[in-house]
């Protein structure tokens, strides 16, 4: 089993920044693809953007390429959403996931994915 914690949501204003992290703690030995995920009031929840096990994919959506970057450190179980030039649609309650094995799929685009976090709220003003 595999439990992540997310943090740094807040409140920021448009054009600002934000840094999400994502702590994973369990059975943290094995790979797992890990994505971010955001649903907003009265909205689905959407793919955000995912990283392979090594990092060397990535993939985001259309919205956020070029202002958000995914990272990770498995050498600290964490994965990180740097968020730029944050925009009032933004605002949604952002979670963590992942997904065993080491690459991305279509499945993880789709929020195929084994184990979710609880979610940090991003509001973003103007």
């Known amino acids: 089993q595999v439990q992540l914690v997310e943090h740094g949501g807040g409140l920021v204003q448009a054009g600002g920044s934000l840094r999400l992290s994502c702590a994973a703690s369990?059975?943290?030995?094995?790979?797992?693809?890990m994505g971010w995920f955001r649903q907003a009031p009265g909205k689905e929840r959407e793919f955000v953007a995912a990283?392979?096990?090594?990092?060397?994919?990535?993939y985001y959506t259309d919205s956020v390429k070029g202002r958000f970057t995914i990272s990770r450190d498995n050498a600290e179980n964490t994965v990180y959403l740097q968020m730029t030039s944050l925009k009032p649609e933004d605002t949604a309650v952002y979670y963590c996931?992942?997904?065993?094995?080491?690459?991305?799929?279509?499945?993880?685009?789709?929020?195929?994915?084994?184990?979710w976090g609880e979610g940090t709220l991003v509001t973003v003003s103007s």
């Open positions: 996931a992942a997904k065993i094995g080491p690459a991305i799929s279509i499945a993880t685009t789709k929020g195929s994915m084994d184990y």
């Open positions: 369990g059975r943290t030995s094995s790979r797992y693809a």
């Open positions: 990283i392979s096990w090594s990092g060397s994919s990535t």
